[in-house]
């Protein structure tokens, strides 16, 4: 009975022993991931920290196009404007004559 006792024993301890080996291995490999995750997080925040300068420095970029658009709009209706009171002064002159 003793025998078969020890047998037992040794069999559990076998057991015990590669289940730790087992778990060991996966904690390997779940700190492997975890170290992968982090550094993909690391670079992913990264990445959308320069995305957010970028789309800052486009919005920049458009309103200063919008403002020149803007100015160059108005000078082109003032320019159009200057233009019509030309011709209706040529025309004008040209009707005296």
């Known amino acids: 009975d003793a025998n078969r006792q ?28 975890v170290s992968r995750y982090k550094n993909a997080a690391e670079n992913a925040e990264k990445i959308e920290d320069e995305l957010k300068a970028e789309k800052r420095k486009l919005q920049r970029e458009l309103r200063t196009a919008l403002d020149k658009i803007e100015e ?18 040529r025309t004008a002159l040209l009707s005296q004559q």
């Open 6 to 33: 020890i047998s037992e024993y040794k069999f559990k301890l076998s057991k015990a022993e590669q289940d730790k080996t087992t778990l060991e291995q996966n904690i390997g490999r779940l700190e492997g991931q």
């Open 72 to 89: 160059m709009e108005m000078t082109n209706s003032h320019l159009m404007k200057r233009l019509e009171k030309m011709k209706a002064n």
